[in-house]
């Protein structure tokens, strides 16, 4: 006879999972709504709904420290049934999506009310944030994959709130073909699993891989696995829609820049403890993932337009983020995947003050050789405290050149005239990157089944040739702003070295453009102007 704690347990998990399906029931209620006074009912009752999800993750979290600390909870046993998989990346990953969605909903319904769209938005919101709960809830990967295929037929219709938006419409097909590329290889990973393993069900799934020596299905898997992540996260050479679709509402672009295009990099940190090792999908991520970075990084820092910054700044942190997963580098790409979502909420639901901060005038910098002088000993101290401190990156050499080179970084745009005592502190602050680093580490690290992957000679090789060829492009261009070299280049990487346009004619020939530019265009929406 089930005891109260069971009769808890299994409560709670019930209601976490009744959260999304209520999404999901809201969201045909909206879309039926007749009255403003049904439509406000709705959105409030979508926002209760989502704080209800934050506080039900609480609680699952809660019960996962409980039984890592030995307390039986019997929270694997009860989640079973239910079909849910309650584990450290879920909770933090559920806690991400809940608060961003509380945060989004309340925004959004200020954003556009008496707008012609929020009738739209509203439902195709709710499919949204319903199939990202489910995706990270589930345990079973074809509800994962069903999942992956809603996100994105429902981010379609949101890119295409305003139809007469001619380049919004070209922005969302470019956008919806990729997807349906990512969906294929996102398929043809799940057969190859499962044909290896025989098993749908994540538990059953990284049992038998513990057992079972990979074949060239796993490495197949991963290669395909690899492709879906690289369409989802908008890299080279399908990234061409993150940068167009900026047309789109606020918090359209709040809701596809902080949550739907890191779900590339969950389903990889999900599903990597199926791989021995680092695997052809980790090489195809190093490669793709590191040189898209390179080229967004050095796009962004072109861009006078603060909106199409922050969609390359998006693209650049996803291309970081997937080269971190291709070295085996989980627990930080986890960190970087939950820090990059909250900054990217806050930078679009308030870019207004963006827009104002970025027309105030820049202080001049100090000399190269000032700056130099504090970089240069700080990126050495920190690399030391990690020689001494390897377990703090994995052991991982790559990590640490990132962290150590991140400690540096910062003391580059020292501004000319900084007193003594404040390029102290500066210097402080600089290392304290450390430190914090390994407070994330541990909060992080226990989520994450086996973050520890040993970092092979070929991938470090590659890996270290992507690293070095960041940081001296970028030391350059940061260095050197006036060189001659660097104004040249900067006419090509404002247009992002035009690696988008062979892939964007691609789908104008197939998408139906003709009847887009038939449209008649009204006047402006200023509610979309700013993304």
């Given at each position: 006879?089930?005891?109260?704690?069971?009769?808890?347990v299994f409560s709670l998990l019930l209601l976490w999972l009744l959260v999304p399906i209520s999404l999901l029931l809201m969201a045909g209620i909206s879309a039926r709504a007749s009255t403003s006074e049904s439509l406000q009912?709705?959105?409030?009752?979508?926002?209760?709904?989502?704080?209800?999800?934050?506080?039900?993750?609480?609680?699952?979290?809660?019960?996962?420290?409980?039984?890592?600390?030995?307390?039986?909870?019997?929270?694997?046993?009860?989640?079973?049934?239910?079909?849910?998989?309650?584990?450290?990346?879920?909770?933090?990953?559920?806690?991400?999506?809940?608060?961003?969605?509380?945060v989004l909903l309340r925004f959004a319904e200020?954003?556009?009310?008496?707008?012609?769209?929020?009738?739209?938005?509203?439902?195709?919101?709710?499919?949204v944030l319903a199939s990202v709960m489910l995706l990270v809830f589930t345990?079973?990967?074809?509800?994962?994959?069903?999942?992956?295929?809603?996100?994105?037929?429902?981010?379609?219709?949101?890119?295409?709130?305003?139809?007469?938006?001619?380049?919004?419409?070209?922005?969302?097909?470019q956008k919806f073909i990729v997807s349906r590329l990512g969906d294929a290889a996102l398929i043809v990973a799940v057969a190859l699993l499962y044909a290896r393993f025989g098993t749908f069900q994540l538990p059953e799934l990284f049992a038998a891989a513990a057992l079972t020596p990979?074949?060239?299905?796993?490495?197949?898997?991963?290669?395909?696995?690899?492709?879906?992540?690289?369409?989802?996260?908008?890299?080279v050479p399908m990234h061409g829609w993150l940068i167009k679709v900026m047309e789109a509402p606020t918090p359209v672009s709040a809701l596809l820049h902080a949550g739907v295009i890191n779900l590339g990099g969950f389903v990889w940190l999900r599903l990597f403890p199926v791989f021995d090792g680092l695997t052809l999908g980790h090489y195809l991520l190093i490669v793709i993932g590191g040189?898209?970075?390179?080229?967004?990084?050095?796009?962004?820092?072109?861009?006078?337009?603060?909106?199409?910054?922050?969609?390359?700044?998006?693209?650049?942190?996803?291309?970081?983020?997937?080269?971190?997963?291709?070295?085996?580098?989980?627990?930080?790409?986890l960190a970087h995947l939950l820090a990059h979502s909250l900054y990217k909420a806050h930078s679009f639901l308030a870019s207004g003050r963006?827009?104002?901060?970025?027309?105030?005038?820049?202080?001049?910098?100090?000399?190269?050789?000032?700056?130099?002088?504090?970089?240069?000993?700080?990126?050495?101290?920190?690399?030391?405290?990690?020689?001494?401190?390897?377990a703090l990156v994995s052991h991982n050499p790559l990590l640490g050149a990132l962290l150590s080179l991140a400690v540096g970084s910062t003391l580059l745009g020292m501004p000319l005239g900084t007193a003594k005592l404040n390029r102290l502190g500066m210097f402080v602050m600089a290392l304290a990157l450390v430190?914090?680093?390994?407070?994330?580490?541990?909060?992080?690290?226990?989520?994450?089944?086996?973050?520890?992957?040993?970092?092979?000679?070929?991938?470090?090789?590659?890996?270290?040739?992507?690293?070095?060829?960041?940081?001296?492009?970028?030391?350059?261009?940061?260095?050197?702003?006036?060189?001659?070299?660097?104004?040249?280049?900067?006419?090509h990487f404002s247009q992002g070295l035009y690696l988008a346009l062979p892939f964007q004619r691609v789908v104008d020939a197939v998408a139906p453009i003709r009847a887009w530019r038939r449209a008649s265009s009204p006047a402006p929406d200023l509610k979309g102007e700013w993304s």
């Open positions: 006879m089930p005891n109260v704690v069971d009769i808890t009912r709705a959105w409030k009752i979508s926002r209760w709904l989502t704080a209800s999800a934050l506080a039900a993750s609480l609680a699952v979290g809660v019960l996962l420290l409980l039984d890592a600390q030995g307390v039986p909870t019997g929270l694997p046993e009860a989640a079973q049934p239910l079909g849910l998989y309650p584990d450290g990346l879920a909770v933090w990953m559920a806690l991400l999506i809940s608060l961003l969605g509380t200020n954003y556009l009310k008496g707008d012609r769209g929020e009738r739209r938005f509203l439902p195709w919101c709710l499919v345990h079973h990967l074809v509800v994962m994959l069903i999942a992956w295929v809603g996100i994105s037929v429902a981010l379609h219709h949101l890119l295409t709130l305003y139809p007469e938006r001619v380049e919004a419409q070209r922005a969302a097909w990979g074949g060239w299905q796993v490495e197949a898997a991963s290669v395909a696995l690899a492709i879906a992540a690289l369409c989802k996260c908008a890299q040189f898209t970075a390179l080229v967004a990084v050095m796009t962004m820092l072109t861009q006078a337009s603060v909106k199409h910054a922050l969609a390359w700044s998006t693209c650049a942190q996803m291309g970081f983020m997937l080269f971190e997963i291709g070295v085996g580098a989980y627990t930080l790409a963006t827009v104002r901060a970025s027309r105030c005038v820049r202080l001049p910098l100090a000399s190269l050789r000032q700056r130099l002088s504090l970089a240069l000993p700080a990126a050495a101290l920190a690399a030391g405290v990690l020689v001494v401190w390897p430190p914090l680093y390994a407070l994330l580490h541990s909060l992080l690290a226990p989520a994450l089944p086996s973050a520890y992957t040993p970092l092979t000679f070929s991938a470090g090789l590659l890996g270290g040739m992507v690293l070095v060829s960041m940081v001296l492009v970028a030391g350059l261009v940061t260095l050197f702003p006036q060189a001659a070299w660097v104004a040249r280049w900067r006419v």
